[in-house]
T-cell receptor
């Protein structure tokens, strides 16, 4: 069974459109994340969200908004798509066990959604 | 199915060398990534191997053997700041990333 799944795998759309990417985790985790992978393969965190708080990376345009219908889902909605939004977007989840020191609590990543804006 | 295996946790001493292994079984292969992740931070890209062999980048090196479905990340002259999780991920034939669960590396003085 896939622990973290994303749909769609590929998304090709026109500039100016509104689109959503869905993420689901079946691990019972408390926290979910959205990352954007840039052309140099670096992952930049966009949002982290649990039932307590939403943490937004201030560099993320407000055209991007996370929507969580329940604990197992964190969808990414994008308004007015721009060419620069073309990238691979990864969803991840982890169990919130508090401060464990310098080592990251294991995050489980989805396979990615390739977004191409034309 | 698709599978990435790496040790859950490793411990090493400051100044020493450690090798983190990753084995994979995927539907096709378009490259293998190593990422480092500290608590509360996004994963940091370390390396990308698509051809067999060793690639060195400072204190970090990454090795790939496609015929064996095997890679390792080698960290030399370990520093306390190297305490982190190390994630192995393989890009399959559909250009989807299959992620390992990560290896927690603990560095002791």
């Amino acid at each position: 069974d896939t622990a973290v799944s994303q749909t769609p795998k590929y998304l090709v759309t026109q500039m100016g459109n509104d689109k959503s990417i869905k993420c689901e985790q079946n691990l019972g985790h408390d926290t979910m994340y959205w990352y954007k992978q840039d052309s140099k393969k670096f992952l930049k965190i966009m949002f982290s969200y649990n039932n307590k708080e939403l943490i937004i990376n201030e560099t993320v345009p407000n055209r991007f908004s996370p929507k969580s219908p329940d604990k197992a889902h964190l969808n990414l909605h994008i308004n007015s798509l721009e060419l620069g939004d073309s990238a691979v977007y990864f969803c991840a989840s982890s169990q919130d066990l508090g401060d464990r020191g310098p080592i990251q609590e294991t995050q489980y990543f989805g396979p990615g959604t390739r977004l191409l804006v034309l | 199915g698709q599978n990435i295996d790496q040790p859950t946790e490793m411990t090493a001493t400051e100044g020493a060398i450690v090798q983190i292994n990753c084995t994979y079984q995927t539907s096709g292969f378009n490259g293998l990534f190593w990422y480092q992740q500290h608590a509360g931070e996004a994963p940091t890209f370390l390396s990308y191997n698509v051809l067999d062999g060793l690639e060195e980048k400072g204190r970090f090196s990454s090795f790939l053997s496609r015929s064996k479905g095997y890679s390792y990340l080698l960290l030399k002259e370990l520093q306390m700041k190297d305490s982190a999780s190390y994630l192995c991920a393989v890009e399959d034939s559909n250009y989807q990333l299959i992620w390992g669960a990560g290896t927690k590396l603990i560095i002791k003085p």
